[in-house]
């Protein structure tokens, strides 16, 4: 089994930040891209950004200059550091990890549970 534990969601005020962390644990044979989204009230689920086993980096252009994305390999986590928040970030945050299981597995994607995150004063 694999387990995606997400942390660091809340309620912030606008121009706060906040740090979202998500570690994959359990059976892990490799990780390539780690990612986040996000989905709003109404809204279909979209991409915030992602970054590959490498450290390539992906942004929404929504976010860009105001998100960092990270990871730490050796912990099999990634980080979202957000700042200048807006209310419409205001959303549940899902962590995704692409990944294999065993050497013979094949590639799938897992999720987070989801952690809330809203801006408002």
């Known amino acids: 089994q694999v387990q995606l534990v997400e942390s660091g969601g809340g309620l912030v005020q606008p121009g706060g930040s906040l740090r979202l962390s998500c570690a994959a644990s359990g059976s892990i044979f490799s990780i390539n891209t780690m990612g986040w989204y996000r989905q709003a009230p109404g809204k279909e689920r979209e991409l915030v950004a992602s970054i590959t086993s490498r450290g390539s980096t992906n942004y929404a252009d929504s976010v860009k200059g105001q998100f960092r994305i990270s990871r730490d390999n050796a912990k099999n986590t990634v980080y979202l550091q957000m700042n200048s928040l807006k209310p419409e970030d205001t959303a549940v945050y899902y962590c995704?990890?692409?990944?294999?299981?065993?050497?013979?597995?094949?590639?799938?994607?897992?999720w987070g549970q989801g952690t809330q995150v809203t801006v408002s004063s």
């Open positions: 995704n990890v692409r990944m294999r299981k065993t050497m013979l597995s094949p590639t799938m994607d897992y």
